[in-house]
C-alpha cells in the first residue's frame, strides 16, 4: 500500500534554497551596542544608586563590614552619593561614609569614653575626618596586636616577644633587667644571645617595654610583670628592701586593671587598661 491510497495526507516538504555560507552569516543591521553607564545622582530618579532610598541599610553595612578608611575614601571618590551630605540627625552635614567612619571609632575601647569636646579635639588633630581618626586609631591597635611578634631595643638591653608569647632577652643585666635570676654567687649575668625567660612559660605576653634597667610585660589576660631596676620604689612590686628584681613579679597595684599596653620613661611608667585610661606611677 502506498501513500496515495492509503487515505493519510500527504506530507509537504519544504524546500531550503542553498546559500552561500557567507550569505547566511549576514543579517540585518542591528543597532550599535550602547554602553550604559550607572551615575550616582540625583534622590528618586532613573540610574540612582540602588539604596539611595534607603541609606540607613548602607550605613550598617559600612559599620558591620568594619571597612579600612582607605575603603571609605575610595567609596567617596569613586560615587557621589557616598560623599554628599547623608542628613542623619545630630551631624546632618556629614557623609555616610564619615558617619560609617564615626560609628567605627564609636567601637574602640580608647575613644568611648571620651567627651565630645575632646573627640572633636582628636579630629581636628587628625585632619578634621572621622576617616583620619578611624586610620589613627587602627594604627595604634596594631601597633600591640596580640598575634604580632616584637622587638624592643632598650638602652641597653633587648626584648624580643614571640607570636606565641614566649619572651627572649639579652644584652646588658646589671639590673636583673633581662629577667633570668641571679647566679650562685649572687650576680645577674649579661647575656650575649637571646634567652628565653624560662620563668614564664605558660604566660602569653602580648607586649613589652623598656627603660634604662628595667623591663614590663603584659600578658594576655591584663596582668603586668616587671623587673629589673627598682628606681620608683619598692612598694610597687609588694615587696620590700631590695632595689633590683631579677625574674619577672606581678605589679600588685594593677592586679584590678586589664592592662593592654605599657610605657616605661626615664621616671615614670604608664600603663593603658582595656576601657582606655592611662594610669601613671612613679615620681611625680
Known amino acids: 500500500m502506498d501513500a496515495t491510497t492509503s ?33 550616582c545622582f540625583g534622590d528618586s530618579i532613573p540610574g540612582e544608586f540602588p539604596l539611595a532610598a534607603n541609606p540607613s541599610i548602607v550605613l550598617h553595612v559600612l559599620t558591620a563590614c568594619n571597612l579600612d578608611p582607605q575603603d571609605l575614601a575610595k567609596l567617596e571618590a569613586t560615587c557621589s552619593f557616598f560623599r554628599q551630605p547623608a542628613k542623619f540627625a545630630p551631624d546632618y552635614d556629614l557623609s555616610i561614609a564619615e558617619l560609617a567612619a564615626f560609628d567605627m571609632c564609636q567601637k574602640r ?11 572633636n579635639d582628636l579630629k581636628q588633630k587628625c585632619g ?16 600591640c596586636r596580640r598575634e604580632k611578634s616584637q622587638a624592643i631595643a632598650g638602652p ?37 644571645r637571646p ?20 623591663t614590663m610585660l603584659i600578658s594576655d589576660s591584663g596582668k603586668v610583670y616587671a623587673f629589673g631596676k627598682d628606681t620608683f620604689g619598692e612598694a610597687e612590686h609588694g615587696v620590700q628592701g631590695s632595689k633590683a628584681v ?9 592586679t584590678d586593671i586589664f592592662v593592654v599596653q605599657a610605657a616605661i620613661g626615664k621616671f615614670f611608667t604608664a600603663v593603658l587598661s582595656r576601657e582606655g585610661r592611662v594610669y601613671t606611677f612613679s615620681w611625680g
Open 128 to 143: 578634621g575626618s572621622w576617616k583620619l581618626v578611624l586610620r589613627y586609631l587602627l594604627a595604634g591597635e596594631a601597633g
Open 195 to 214: 634567652r628565653m625567660i624560662r620563668s614564664l612559660q605558660g604566660i602569653r605576653i602580648i607586649q613589652a617595654a623598656t627603660g634604662g634597667g628595667r
Open 156 to 192: 641597653g638591653h633587648s626584648i624580643a616577644v614571640t607570636a606565641g608569647g614566649a619572651v627572649y632577652s639579652f644584652g646588658s643585666n646589671s639590673s636583673g633587667q633581662l629577667g633570668h635570676g641571679v647566679n650562685p654567687d649572687g650576680n645577674a649575668a649579661d647575656e650575649y
Open 109 to 119: 575601647a580608647i575613644f568611648k569614653p571620651m567627651s565630645k569636646d575632646e573627640r
Open 246 to 254: 631579677s625574674t619577672p613579679r606581678v605589679v600588685e597595684s594593677l
Open 7 to 39: 487515505g493519510t495526507e500527504t506530507i509537504q516538504f519544504h524546500n531550503i534554497p542553498e546559500q552561500p555560507i557567507a550569505a547566511a552569516l549576514v543579517t540585518s543591521p542591528r543597532p550599535a551596542f550602547q554602553r550604559q553607564v550607572r551615575h
